[in-house]
């Protein structure tokens, strides 16, 4: 699957998805003016992706220090189908990176956390 | 249902909603499958609260952060003394401002124009600041944009105060186009300013009279020394009596009669003279293009207005000593030196002249004060001169001029008393008691200032009392100096047989009775016996008394 590669902005995160690594990379910020636009390309390559990937490991790596409601909506739609594919017998684990001096952050990753059955792990950085 | 951008991300709870709608207009459903549907429907619609929920908290704690930050940075920006604000191409102040800014502008700035705002009398700056504002957002290049601001005043004054101004080009919204802005930053420097340039004129002049000081008249020399300031004249004067002043007034009053005297310098030299504090009581009149001429005539000026100075100054007065070069063989330094020579030699000249002139002030200036000292000393000078003739067939003729002098000056330490008190009619309360007790003392320093060493011992023994019970020492008998014991009948007989401001006269018979009882007492028994028994001749009608 081609590599999915996106800049880090102002105010949109630097994305790596790189199937080869199995490693699914988010960190930064997201505040774009139109979230679904952002996040669209991100979904459909994690649905092809994580497709195909029944039985094996998926590590994703999220570290984003400030998102809108619309990009909360849009993660909340990527941990989805994260517990999909775990339903479906991926193994799917997922480090939610926050900054240990910043409660804040510490907070929204226990509320992005919540709900969801697959590991996800919060660790402060 | 209309789908909006913003609804995409619910893409599926809506696909939910619009299948269920459509089934529903089918019409034909069976019920097992609406149960279903409705169980779908359900499980999604408690999903979307779900997230719903999830999201709302998640937009709680960021709201709550962002605020925290905004206040974070709001009273960072508020206390950081400076005034932050920003401005897009209509040039109107953005709602967002540090409040230095309102403070700095008195007003406030929230979609204020700029300009109006930076508005100054100086039309051609406030043409540039127009013309630079309007440029920095019509152009795209951003050196040049830079260059533009370059051209702007970095300090302007704004409502009389000193305030630097830094330009920076901003972008405040990354989505927004021609979010451009322009930010100012604004610092007010008046404070500062003031102290440095209060720092700057005191390198450079007297705090107290405000002259230039030594430190600028050594710094220009060398600029001075040019063939358009010859001749050159140096003007050395050093003031008198000023010392009597600072002891008998105190410095306060020393002060003002230096301020008096610097006045003085100023009114007679010309407007191109250089006028400076030299050291404590000396000032030094630099005269550049003063030929001798020019140089004696501001000193006669100056001595005549110290003449014409009124009585409450003293008699101040300066010693003067000029110098005039035709060329420069001569360096300043060395001008200053002889013109100091020459005043010096002027002062030993005129010191007895001084003297007197100073004793003359302060007698009018107690008899200004209080009429009852009008001719006192001199009725007193008067007795006490026939009681010297008498006594031993007449003393020794400096001992004669030195009583003399006593009985001139022997109430001189009044002049430092308060009129109220001279002029006071009734019983003296214990403070005022104290206060005017303290006039021997006070008549002791100003003698010494004078150089009278044999008068100060005398006059701070006057109100000491034969029998041990006078002031300020309680002296004894002969402890006391001869001529104050002498003085001391003198003026008790004098302030008896004349109206005081607390007690009417009593005539000569009945003074001379009272100074009887007081024999051995207050007075030395010797002395008043001689007084008395010659009193026909002593208090002859011819000593100005005005008795009968």
Same mark, same amino acid.
């Given at each position: ?10 105010? !949109? ?41 029944? =039985? ?17 909506? /849009? ?13 479906? =017998? ?36 | 249902? $209309? ?42 619609? /408690? ?14 704690? +960021? ?24 401005? %897009? ?11 230095? /800014? ?54 302007? $004054? ?9 330009? $920076? ?16 930053? @604004?610092?007010?420097? !008046? ?101 001798? +001429? ?14 014409? @100075? ?28 002889? #013109? ?34 009008? =001719? ?66 006070? %008549? ?17 023994? @006057? ?20 001529? #104050? ?5 003198? $003026? #008790? ?21 009272? @100074? ?19 009193? /026909? ?7 100005? !008394?005005?008795?009968?």
């Amino acid at each position: 699957m081609e590599r999915l590669v996106l800049k880090e902005s102002k105010s !949109t995160p630097f994305v790596d998805f790189d199937a080869d690594k199995e490693i699914l990379l988010i960190k930064g910020q997201a505040y774009p003016e139109d979230a679904f636009l952002f996040f669209r390309p991100l979904l459909e390559w994690l649905k092809e992706y994580l497709g195909g990937k029944v =039985g094996q490991e998926v590590r994703i790596e999220i570290a984003l220090s400030y998102t809108n409601t619309s990009s909360s909506k /849009c993660i909340m739609m990527i941990l989805d189908l994260f517990e999909k594919a775990a339903e479906q =017998g991926v193994n799917v684990t997922l480090k939610w990176i926050c900054n240990e001096h910043n409660e804040y952050e510490q907070e929204c990753a226990e509320e992005f956390k919540e709900d969801y059955t697959f590991p996800f792990e919060i660790v402060l950085a | 249902m $209309k789908v909006r951008k913003s609804v995409t991300i619910f893409e599926d709870e809506i696909a939910v909603y619009d299948e269920a709608r459509e089934y529903l207009k089918q019409e034909s459903f069976n019920k097992d499958e609406l149960v279903q549907k409705f169980e779908e429907v359900i499980n999604k619609y /408690c999903r979307l609260i779900n997230t719903t929920r999830r999201l709302c908290s998640i937009s709680d704690v +960021q709201s709550k952060e962002l605020k925290r930050r905004e206040i974070e940075i709001k009273n960072l920006l508020d206390n950081s003394d400076q005034g932050f604000l920003t401005f %897009g191409k209509n040039l109107r102040v953005d709602k967002e401002h540090s409040s230095e /800014c309102t403070r700095i502008f008195n007003k406030k700035i929230k979609n204020k124009d700029i300009l109006e705002l930076l508005h100054a009398e100086n039309e051609a700056q406030n043409q540039l600041f127009a013309n630079v504002f309007r440029a920095v957002f019509d152009l795209q290049d951003r050196e040049a944009q830079l260059a533009c601001l370059g051209d702007l005043p970095n300090l302007i $004054k704004i409502n009389e105060n000193y305030i630097i101004v830094k330009y $920076k080009i901003i972008n405040t919204d990354e989505f927004e186009e021609n979010s451009e802005r322009l930010m100012l930053i @604004l610092t007010d420097i !008046t404070e500062r300013k003031k102290v440095e340039d209060q720092i700057l004129f005191l390198s450079f002049h007297d705090k107290l009279t405000a002259l230039f000081n030594r430190a600028y008249v050594e710094g220009v020399m060398p600029q001075l020394q040019t063939e358009s300031n010859l001749p050159f004249s140096i003007i050395m004067a050093d003031l008198n009596a000023l010392k009597l002043v600072n002891d008998v007034f105190g410095h306060e009053y020393g002060d003002k009669m230096i301020v008096q005297a610097a006045k003085v310098f100023l009114k007679c030299c010309r407007k191109s003279d250089i006028i400076a504090r030299w050291g404590g009581d000396e000032f030094l009149l630099v005269l550049p293009g003063a030929n001798q +001429q020019v140089c004696a005539r501001i000193c006669d000026n100056i001595k005549a207005m110290f003449d014409s @100075l009124p009585i409450e100054q003293m008699g101040l007065s300066a010693a003067l000593g000029g110098a005039t070069i035709e060329n420069w063989k001569t360096d300043i330094s060395e001008l200053i030196s002889v #013109a100091d020579h020459v005043m010096y030699s002027n002062k030993l000249k005129e010191s007895k002249n001084t003297r007197e002139t100073v004793i003359f002030s302060v007698k009018k200036l107690l008899e200004s004060k209080c009429s009852a000292y009008i =001719g006192q000393s001199e009725r007193v000078e008067a007795i006490a001169y026939r009681f010297a003739q008498l006594w031993e067939s007449g003393e020794e003729q400096q001992g004669m001029a030195d009583l003399l002098l006593l009985a001139r000056l022997h109430d001189i330490g009044k002049v430092a008393m308060p009129a109220e008190l001279l002029n006071n009619c009734t019983a003296l309360s214990e403070c005022e008691l104290k206060t005017i007790r303290k006039y021997p003392e006070i %008549g002791y320093r100003m003698a010494q200032s004078i150089g009278e060493p044999v008068l100060a011992q005398s006059l701070l023994a @006057l109100q000491e009392q034969w029998g041990g019970n006078g002031y300020p020492y309680g002296l004894k008998g002969d402890q006391i100096p001869f001529f #104050a014991r002498i003085i001391a009948i003198i $003026k #008790a007989y004098d302030v008896m047989t004349h109206d005081q401001p607390y007690k009417p006269k009593m005539s000569r018979e009945d003074a001379l009775r009272e @100074l009887e009882r007081c024999a051995g007492t207050q007075f030395d028994p010797n002395l008043l016996r001689f007084f008395l028994d010659n009193a /026909c001749y002593v208090i002859d009608s011819t000593s100005g !008394t005005s008795d009968e």
